[in-house]
């Protein structure tokens, strides 16, 4: 990119993206109701597709990854339950984050922290 200041061109080098082919490996924790954390949970995603991650036979996490404008990462995550056949959103937290890095979010007893595998 080429960006004038002082009447002169300056040339600003953008770093290549750590993320490639729209896939990212994470793996990480989990934490659910009651303070159970389950440790080691490794899964795939696919950049803009909504993957499943099972946590128990009635809990599981849905995370979609986006890459941003701006090359940053936004990750909109539920945590969803079976209650009487009907899908119940139990917390729907979504950060940003640098890509290539490791992110984490809690919200009240639903949270994770994830660690992207290179």
């Not at 960006?3 to 953008?14: A, H, P, S, T």
């Not at 793996?27 to 803009?48: A, D, M, P, Y």
């Not at 940053?72 to 890509?99: C, D, H, Q, R, W």
């Not at 984490?104 to 994770?112: F, L």
């Amino acid at each position: 990119m080429t960006v004038q200041k002082d009447g002169r061109d300056l040339e600003i080098r953008l770093k290549e993206s750590k993320i490639k082919d729209g896939k990212l490996t994470v793996e990480g924790t989990v934490s659910v109701v009651n303070g159970q954390k389950i440790e080691g949970v490794r899964v795939s995603l696919f950049i803009g597709e909504e993957s499943f991650i099972p946590l128990s036979e009635s809990v599981r996490l849905a995370i979609t990854p986006t890459r941003m404008a701006d090359g940053n990462m936004k990750y909109a995550a539920k945590f969803i339950t079976i209650t009487e056949g009907k899908e119940v959103i139990l917390a729907s937290p979504t950060l940003v984050a640098l890509p290539g890095q490791p992110f984490a979010i809690q919200v009240g007893e639903y949270g994770y922290k994830f660690v992207p595998q290179l």
